[in-house]
C-alpha cells in the first residue's frame, strides 16, 4: 500500500494527500463557520468581528514596529524559561530515573505539583524575583521543568540494558554515559518533554505578562481586549499560534526518528 505521503497517482498525476486535505477542510470549515456568526449578529457587535476585519489587522500586527519589539521581549524570556527549565528538568529526571531510591521517595511530587496550574506561584515569583522580567522567567521556567524532569526518568528507565552494558565494558564515566549513550537512546521521550515544556512555558509566560507587566506578546494581548480592539486582539492571537507551531514544529524534526548508533546497538542485542 502506497504510503500517505505519495503525491503522484498511477496515470502519473498529482493527488493531494489525505491527511492533508482534511486538515485544510476543517480550517475551511471553521472560517465559514466563524463568518456565518460574526455576520448572524448574534453576539454583541465585534466580539467576533468578520474575517476580513481580522486580515487587516493581521497585516497592520505585521507592519508594526510595536509588534516586534514586544515579540523580542517575549522570545527572551521564553527561551531562558525553557533553557533554565529544561536544564533543571533533565537534571532531576537523571536523578530520578537513575536510582529507585529517589523514584520512591520523590517522582509523586513531581505527579502531584506538575498538573497543578502554575500561575498561582505567580505572586511568590513576584515576591522573589520582582514585576520585571525575572518573575515571568521564573513562571515561565518552572511550568516547563515539570514535563522535561517526568520525561526524561521516564525516559531513563525505557534505555535498553544492552547500552548501558556497552557503556560499562568500555569503562565510560558519567559524562561520556550521559552524552553517548543516555541522551541519544532518550531522544524521543526527552523531545517530547521539551515540547510539552515549551509549550506549557510560553502559557506561563504570557499569563504572567498579562497580570503584571507593560511589555511584552501577552500585555499586548490584554491591552487590545481592554481596548475593545477584537480585531487586533484576535490577529496577535493567530501570530502567536503560528509561531507556537511552527516552533513546535521545528523541536520535533530534532527529535525525529532514533539515533543510528541506538538502532545498531538495540538490534545486536
Known amino acids: 500500500m502506497a504510503p500517505l505521503s505519495d503525491t503522484s497517482s498511477p496515470a502519473g498525476g498529482l493527488r493531494m494527500n489525505p491527511v492533508l486535505g482534511i486538515r485544510l477542510a476543517i480550517i475551511v470549515v471553521l472560517l465559514c463557520l466563524w463568518e456565518i456568526v460574526a455576520r448572524s449578529g448574534l453576539l454583541y457587535q465585534d466580539v467576533v468581528p468578520p474575517l476580513p476585519a481580522i486580515g487587516r489587522a493581521l497585516v497592520a500586527l505585521l507592519a508594526s514596529g510595536e509588534f516586534y519589539s514586544n515579540l523580542t521581549i517575549t522570545a527572551y524570556e521564553v527561551a531562558l524559561s525553557v533553557v533554565i527549565g529544561g536544564l533543571l528538568g533533565?537534571?532531576?529526571?537523571?536523578?530520578?530515573?537513575?536510582?529507585?531510591?529517589?523514584?520512591?521517595?520523590?517522582?509523586?511530587?513531581?505527579?502531584?505539583?506538575?498538573?497543578?496550574?502554575?500561575?498561582?506561584?505567580?505572586?511568590?515569583?513576584?515576591?522573589?524575583?520582582?514585576?520585571?522580567?525575572?518573575?515571568?522567567?521564573?513562571?515561565g521556567a518552572l511550568s516547563c521543568f515539570f514535563p522535561v524532569a517526568l520525561a526524561t526518568a521516564t525516559g531513563m528507565r525505557q534505555i535498553a540494558p544492552i547500552l548501558i552494558r556497552v557503556g560499562h565494558s568500555f569503562r565510560a564515566s558519567p559524562s561520556q554515559m550521559i552524552w553517548k549513550?543516555?541522551?541519544?537512546?532518550?531522544?524521543?521521550?526527552?523531545?517530547?518533554?521539551?515540547?510539552?515544556?515549551?509549550?506549557?512555558?510560553?502559557?506561563?509566560?504570557?499569563?504572567?505578562?498579562?497580570?503584571?507587566?507593560?511589555?511584552?506578546?501577552?500585555?499586548?494581548?490584554?491591552?487590545?481586549?481592554?481596548?475593545?480592539?477584537?480585531?487586533?486582539?484576535?490577529?496577535?492571537?493567530?501570530?502567536?499560534?503560528?509561531?507556537?507551531?511552527?516552533?513546535?514544529?521545528?523541536?520535533?524534526?530534532?527529535?525525529?526518528?532514533?539515533?543510528?548508533?541506538?538502532?545498531?546497538a538495540k538490534s545486536s542485542g
Open 90 to 139: 533533565l537534571v532531576v529526571g537523571f536523578v530520578l530515573g537513575g536510582s529507585l531510591f529517589m523514584e520512591v521517595a520523590y517522582e509523586r511530587y513531581l505527579y502531584y505539583l506538575g498538573p497543578t496550574p502554575k500561575i498561582i506561584f505567580f505572586p511568590i515569583m513576584i515576591m522573589w524575583f520582582g514585576v520585571g522580567t525575572g518573575s515571568k522567567i521564573a513562571m
Open 181 to 264: 549513550i543516555y541522551l541519544p537512546a532518550m531522544r524521543a521521550p526527552v523531545v517530547n518533554g521539551m515540547r510539552l515544556g515549551f509549550g506549557i512555558a510560553l502559557i506561563g509566560v504570557l499569563l504572567a505578562e498579562t497580570k503584571l507587566s507593560k511589555e511584552g506578546l501577552g500585555f499586548l494581548v490584554i491591552q487590545n481586549y481592554q481596548l475593545f480592539d477584537m480585531p487586533a486582539m484576535y490577529a496577535l492571537l493567530i501570530v502567536i499560534f503560528a509561531l507556537a507551531i511552527v516552533i513546535n514544529a521545528v523541536i520535533s524534526r530534532i527529535g525525529g526518528g532514533t539515533p543510528k548508533g541506538v538502532r545498531n
